[in-house]
């Protein structure tokens, strides 16, 4: 089992199953949301995703996908848009222990900050 939650706490989450992608995003949209120059996710099953402790806001971005974050500190927490609808991409680093997921694979790289490495 993976399990994670915000950095305050309030919300909690956990996934019944393995990730399928972990990935380094380097889209701005990504960049822009979590602050950082990229976001490394792990991508689940919807139906292995499961919040435990309350509930986080959600928004719907100007490309149509759907975040989540915590109400209280604000952290980024998961991805969901259209294309995808069985899946569900968590923030790596909202896991209880991301060292265990480290990214595979670059997305977006054509959108790469210049001083930002590849995974590759």
């Known amino acids: 089992m993976i399990t994670g939650g915000c950095y305050c706490g309030e919300v909690r989450f956990r996934v ?3 990730p399928h992608t972990r990935a380094n995003c380097h889209c701005d949209n ?11 996710w792990i991508t689940v099953k919807k139906t292995d995703f499961q919040f435990e402790v309350d509930e986080p806001r959600k928004y719907k971005t100007d490309t ?12 980024s ?15 790596t680093g909202s896991l209880d222990n991301p060292e265990d997921f480290g990214p595979t ?3 977006f790289a054509d959108e790469k900050l210049s001083w930002v490495p590849l995974v590759r």
């Open 105 to 107: 694979k670059d997305v």
């Open 30 to 40: 990504c960049r822009r949301a979590a602050g950082a120059q990229a976001v490394a």
């Open 16 to 18: 019944n199953g393995e």
């Open 64 to 75: 149509g996908a759907f975040r989540t974050f915590c109400p209280s500190c604000r952290t």
């Open 77 to 91: 927490l998961t991805y969901e848009i259209d294309a995808r609808p069985d899946d569900i991409d968590i923030t």
